[in-house]
């Protein structure tokens, strides 16, 4: 805005110019950022949900290479999930003759709400990320908020 004091013009913004921007600017951020505030958990349970697809579906293919049976063991679930494997269960870093299956995982992924990845057949042991239970391969998060995904 330009103004004319003693006859020459003045440029600037008024303080009243510059609150009112504030003012505005202040409103509009209330009114965004409750809508962001929610956005971790969101990209959390999305996560899991996506780790717990991905790793329900390799189980499947596991129990398909080894006569109906899935990993014999939470103990042993990491080992026979992300190494080669023979039709008995038994592991191997390398594929060989025998350990012809597999990997089927990289690496048990991260529960994102725990931020680790070990496995128990106990659901008594809400420490672990993950439960899974080798007599029908069932797959899930090991805490009560999230065990229905």
């Excluded at 999305?46 to 049976?69: F, I, T, W």
């Amino acid at each position: 805005m330009t103004r004319h004091t003693g006859g020459r013009p003045v440029r600037g913004f008024t303080l009243i110019e510059v609150l009112m921007v504030v003012f505005i600017l202040a409103i509009l951020g209330a009114l965004v950022i409750p809508q962001f505030a929610g956005a971790g958990d969101d990209a959390k349970l999305n996560a899991l949900k996506a780790d717990l697809q991905m790793v329900r579906s390799q189980l499947e293919l596991y129990r398909l290479h080894h006569n109906g049976q899935y990993p014999t063991s939470a103990a042993l679930f990491p080992n026979q999930m992300t190494l080669f494997t023979d039709v008995s269960h038994t592991t191997s870093a390398t594929k060989t003759a025998t350990c012809v299956f597999g990997p089927y995982l990289m690496e048990v992924p991260t529960n994102p709400f725990t931020d680790t990845n070990d496995v128990t057949t106990g659901a008594a042991a809400k420490t672990k990320a993950w439960y899974y239970n080798p007599a029908n391969g069932e797959f899930r998060t090991n805490d009560t908020v999230h065990d229905g995904l």
